[in-house]
């Protein structure tokens, strides 16, 4: 669960900084040469905000408040693994009932206990990490580093002056500086 909840929000984070780096680029783009006046620079910082906050729940906080199921995950790990043949969602969904239950709809007890035992050992010998996409993975690191280091880097030019100093005086702080001619 843990892996599943690091992957899921890797994957978000990459999302949010790429959909910043891209809406900063194109506000860039169009501030410079469009020259937008203050009224439509307040819409567009707005518009931005609004887009990053969408982004923010619909990638990073809904994945990781619905969490698959127990069932869910195990019938995941069972399709990558194929020579699992379905005995770990069988042993889960047989453990779940209480001797009584087992009694009362006709299960063989014996049979239970050794779907429930097969289900546990072969539980050991399985990667459960398999069940995630490695290559996505890696591409979701790849994307989060580099979208992380675009925005250090458009940071960095903030602080030193000059056309992104400008255009963020211009669009963040909503300053009345002009672009240089």
Not at 63 to 82: G, H, M, Q, W, Y
Not at 90 to 116: N, P, Y
Not at 151 to 166: D, E, I, S, W
């Amino acid at each position: 669960r843990m892996r599943l909840t690091g992957w899921m929000l890797i994957h978000g984070l990459a999302w949010l900084l790429g959909c910043a780096v891209v809406m900063i680029a194109f506000d860039i783009v169009i501030d410079r040469f469009l020259r937008m006046d203050f009224s439509q620079r307040v819409i567009m910082l707005c518009l931005m905000g609004i887009a990053l906050l969408a982004v923010l729940f619909f990638k990073v906080i809904r994945p990781l408040l619905r969490a698959p199921t127990d069932d869910a995950l195990i019938l995941k790990v069972e399709d990558k693994n194929s020579e699992l043949q379905e005995s770990l969602i069988s042993s889960i969904q047989l453990s779940r009932h209480d001797q009584a239950t087992v009694a009362e709809k006709g299960m063989s007890k014996s049979l239970v206990d050794a779907t429930i035992a097969k289900g546990i050992e072969q539980a050991k010998s399985v990667n459960f990490g398999s069940a995630l996409n490695a290559v996505r993975g890696g591409w979701n690191w790849f994307f989060l580093i580099a979208f992380a280091a675009a925005l250090a880097f458009l940071t960095y030019q903030v602080t030193q002056g000059g056309f992104v100093q400008t255009w963020f005086n211009r669009n963040i702080l909503l300053t009345n500086d002009q672009w240089p001619q």
